[in-house]
T-cell receptor, first 112, second 114 residues
Framework: DAKTTQPTSMDCAEGRAANLPCNHS???????VYWYRQIHSQGPQYIIH???NNETNEMASLIITEDRKSSTLILPHATLRDTAVYYC?????????????FGQGTTLQVKP | DAGITQSPRHKVTETGTPVTLRCHQT?????MYWYRQDPGHGLRLIHY???????DKGEVSDGYSVSRSKTEDFLLTLESATSSQTSVYFC?????????????FGQGTRLTVV
């Protein structure tokens, strides 16, 4: 299974962009990169996903390098409510489904 | 919360008793998943379903069984609960099977086995 590597923790000032990096050097050509976040003990919340092109939605932007070995999640204007654990995941096909294999994630602390 | 309801939200049970957790969805998604989350391990897949009566094992399936008799309900059963099964359990649903379809999670069930 492809694995991801993320920094354990990061800080960001409120109102500034938060850039969360992720390494996935063993990703296969047809595997997608997903980002989820988890606030306190709530269920993981889907943010965005992509294959090789940059993606943007109302929550965030996802920048994937050309070689697909790393990506960056960008929260353009972080707020205190964005404080959470952010998971970078490569969804792999296994059995009869694409499985989300979670790592330890990055704890993002947004500070006033 | 993408139309996912987990019940109960909290449960305390004794070692050796059977426990069933329920995941109910209103999205008519074909795929459903059970994960557990423990400190130091992140979320790990227990079992999943790819249709009514179609289920398969995840990476930590020992001690758990599942059933799916209707599209909207996916049940996780601990036949004889042990303290090592104390955890937070999350259900997830997905419209499609593959690697390019997002999954949505419920709010979790906190299970304590004493």
């Amino acid at each position: 299974d492809a694995k991801t590597t993320q920094p354990t923790s990061m800080d960001c000032a409120e109102g500034r962009a938060a850039n969360l990096p992720c390494n996935h050097s063993t990703i296969s050509g047809n595997e997608y990169v997903y980002w989820y976040r988890q606030i306190h003990s709530q269920g993981p919340q889907y943010i965005i996903h992509g294959l090789k092109n940059n993606e943007t939605n109302e929550m965030a932007s996802l920048i994937i390098t050309e070689d697909r070995k790393s990506s960056t999640l960008i929260l353009p204007h972080a707020t205190l409510r964005d404080t959470a654990v952010y998971y970078c995941i490569v969804r792999v096909w296994s059995g009869n489904t694409g499985k989300l294999i979670f790592g330890q994630g990055t704890t993002l602390q947004v500070k006033p | 919360d993408a139309g996912i309801t987990q019940s109960p939200r909290h449960k305390v049970t004794e070692t050796g008793t059977p426990v069933t957790l329920r995941c109910h969805q209103t999205e008519n998604h074909r795929y459903m998943y059970w994960y557990r989350q423990d400190p130091g391990h992140g979320l790990r897949l227990i079992h999943y379903s790819y249709g009514v009566k179609d289920t398969d094992k995840g990476e930590v399936s020992d001690g758990y069984s599942v059933s799916r008799s209707k599209t909207e309900d996916f049940l996780l059963t601990l036949e004889s609960a042990t303290s090592s099964q104390t955890s937070v359990y999350f259900c997830a649903i997905s419209k499609g099977p593959g690697v390019r379809t997002e999954a949505f999670f419920g709010q979790g069930t906190r299970l304590t086995v004493v």
